[in-house]
């Protein structure tokens, strides 16, 4: 009886997800909601949101945000809060820019969707036939910390371009990986993880990477990794253009996506907001580590990072996550068919994340059983992530609710923002 229930359930839930989904026209873009009354979300419920924003703000927990929601194509929420940088009073605008650093992977796994649903490869080709260098890779069975030398043995399978696109290849971070071994053995070859104003090319850098060894055996386990910054070479290869050309035309400039891209112009630089952290209360602009905080407006301009490289406006980042709402489709254009959107939103990973709730596809986070009894982080098959530097974004093809928070901190901040608005967000969907 219980087999039959959960048949019985899922195959409602299919339904109820085509017919959602399906609902959503394919040239749905987004709109201003007006003075239109508000349909399927609550107004009273969307102020709650509001004040909780403004208390995150004036409880010094960030120095500012913009917060954005869309309900069935139309932006019903979207305010600018605190400041954009706190030593010039700098206001805090609606169309600010942010370093989205991990979401940029959502987009670099939509161009190696589109190139694939053009034939050009197998999603189980080992990426060892089109970049060499990873041929007979390696893990990594010891290490000596006196001169970061280490000792590998063979991998009994190849990196395939599935497990670079689900984090399953075994290779590592650099530095914010887990390992602390990992990390030296990176930061000695000069592996570029994150923002640099340094004269360096994806090119030089994963060729580089393909000759350091794995975590484990591809396949095998969930390793957050650098597998998108591969895929971002990758797509140069297969496309025969630079990859943030590719990105440029195939997506950014079809979808309306005016102000997203790896580097900005004079106009743009000037609404990038500050990277902060705070320092005995105070709010203080982040100095340069391992990575520059000025690496979108300044210096050589050469690095396209596939895993972490992109600025945003919240704005223009709703418009990509529309066209997945639509199921493919934005603004006119088609980017993904819909049996590719079914492959992408589909559990790639098997158990390998654990029943903490999520699952994870071809691009995203998903929303499992597990979640959804959890309560406040959506639907069945909500997709989701993140960035390095306090961002957030969620959407539900179920509820057609997409909501985004973007910030710019590092470090401690007491901030709490990030799962009140999610589970507020659909608390006020009706």
Known sequence: MKKYLSSTSCFVFTMLLSVNVFAQSPSTVLTAQGKQPLVGVSAERLDRIDQMLDQTVSDNQVPGLVALIVKDGKIVYHEAKGLADVPSGTAMAKDQIFRIASQTKSITSTAV???????????????????????NPQILTGFRYGDSSYSTKPSPREITIRHLITHTSGI???VIDGNEQMKMIYQKAGIVDLFTTEPVKISDN????????????????????????????FIEIISGIPFDQFLQTRIFDPMGMKNTGFYLNDTQGKKLVTIHRKVGGQWESFPVTFYDPDYPKTGAKTFFSGGAGLSSTAEDYAKFLQMYINNGAYNGTRFLSPTTIKAIMSNQVGDLLGNGGKDYGLAFGLVDENGVAQGGIGSLGTFDWGGYFNTQYFADPVTNTIGILMKQTQGGTGDESAWKFRQMVFSAIE
């Open 172 to 174: 590592g971070y650099g």
């Open 206 to 233: 994963i060729k580089k990477l393909a000759k350091l060894p794995l975590h484990h055996e591809p396949g095998t386990k969930y390793t957050y990794s650098e597998g998108l910054d591969v895929l971002g070479y």
């Open 113 to 135: 969707m589109m190139l694939w649903e053009e034939g050009k490869f197998k999603l189980d080709d080992p990426i060892s036939k089109y970049i060499p260098e990873f041929s």
